[in-house]
């Protein structure tokens, strides 16, 4: 089986111990993330071959952030280094009514300021099977961006499956280019998409019905829009959440596949340890199950109950085996201890 090649920005993630406040708290909590680590950590977690290219600032906390990589598998031979700053996030863990809160501290990082020209593309896509990003790179810089296109570019060339979770982050897009001009050129060379019927109103005007939209017909006509909008998109896949606090939720999962929308079984989660991350495991889940072979259904079974299982683990990335999300998938997981 090919390599799976990811893109994006390790950020550096600071947190409060057991659900304290920011103002409460003498101490953080240091792990590394960003959603396309996250996606990449969780592949190789299932064992597949997976590639993460980033840009990393030359110094102690790139080296560590770099030391953390290696140790989740993942292959790093074409990360580059540049002289600027890492990023990072402060995450406030939110409990019962009180929501988790993110703080953002990125601007002029290392990725932001990466060029297509430092990274070679005919090593990196040499043995590349697929290749995926989210819509958060390019949301840092206009170089980010720039890199994201070249980088779809040279992965069509070699006829890679692309893949792109839209993930679209207001805060983040602040570099004088919005969401909306940037995000469909991107989008024109992907073939899988992990994007929900908001995506569609924002990137492509698409309108919603608050009092309809999310019903199944309508959810159809809008990704059946949605798609015609991109020029080789085949799939659209998502979430459905709901959320009761910040320590309940429910989650189901969806994909549309030329005008057939499937769901997949609804899990409700209470006394969730970690949201951050669960769609990147839902994206990890989904490109093991296609590449696997996977029936559609059961694909999309499978990438549910690995982002289920990930609001179970502390930290961005989700630490659970192919046979621990087998299991909840199939219906025969439990609580009790293994022994």
């Known amino acids: 089986m090919g390599k799976i090649v990811c893109l994006g920005e390790v950020l550096l993630r600071l947190s409060p111990p057991q659900n304290l406040r920011f103002g409460q708290s003498q101490q953080l909590d240091v792990n590394f993330g960003g959603a396309e680590l996250n996606s990449a950590s969780s592949i190789a977690e299932l064992g597949l ?11 102690d906390i790139g080296k560590r952030a770099l030391s953390e990589i290696r140790k989740n598998n993942i292959g790093t031979s074409h990360i580059v280094f540049g002289p600027e700053r890492m990023g990072i996030y402060f995450l406030e863990n939110g409990a019962m009514q009180r929501p988790s809160k993110v703080i953002y501290d990125r601007a002029g990082s290392s990725m932001c300021a990466a060029k297509p020209s430092e990274f070679d ?3 990196i896509f040499k043995d590349a099977e697929w290749f995926h990003f989210s819509g958060i790179t390019p949301a840092i810089s206009q170089q980010a961006a ?3 296109l070249v980088a779809l570019v040279e992965a ?33 060379h992907v073939h899988v998409l992990f994007g929900n019927e908001k995506d569609a109103e924002l990137l492509y005007d698409i309108p919603l019905s608050s009092a309809l939209g999310k019903q199944p017909e309508n959810l159809k006509s809008i990704y059946a ?46 006394h969730i340890v970690d949201r951050v991350g669960g769609g990147d495991a839902f994206v ?16 999309l079974e499978f990438a549910t ?17 192919v046979e621990e999300v087998q299991q909840l998938a199939n219906g025969v997981g439990n609580s009790e201890v293994n022994r």
Request: charged share 20%; aromatic share 10%; proline share 2%.
């Open 156 to 188: 069509n060339k070699r006829n890679i499956t692309c893949s792109c979770d839209v993930n679209y982050r207001k805060n983040l897009w602040q570099y004088g280019r919005s969401s909306k001009e940037v995000m469909p050129d991107l989008l024109d």
């Open 146 to 148: 720039d890199l994201c």
């Open 49 to 59: 071959p997976v590639e993460f290219l980033t840009r990393l600032p030359l110094n």
């Open 121 to 123: 593309w005919d090593l």
């Open 225 to 270: 829009q949605m798609m015609g909008k991109m020029a080789q998109c085949k799939l659209i896949v998502s979430t459905k959440r709901t959320v009761y606090s910040a320590s309940h939720n429910k989650l189901q999962g969806m994909v549309y596949d030329e005008n057939l929308l499937k769901f997949s079984k609804e899990y409700e989660m209470t």
């Open 305 to 321: 109950a690995a982002s289920v299982l990930k609001h179970s683990v502390f930290g961005d990335a989700n630490y659970t085996s």
């Open 284 to 299: 990890a889940g989904f490109i093991y199950g296609y590449l696997q072979g996977m029936e559609l259904l059961k694909n």
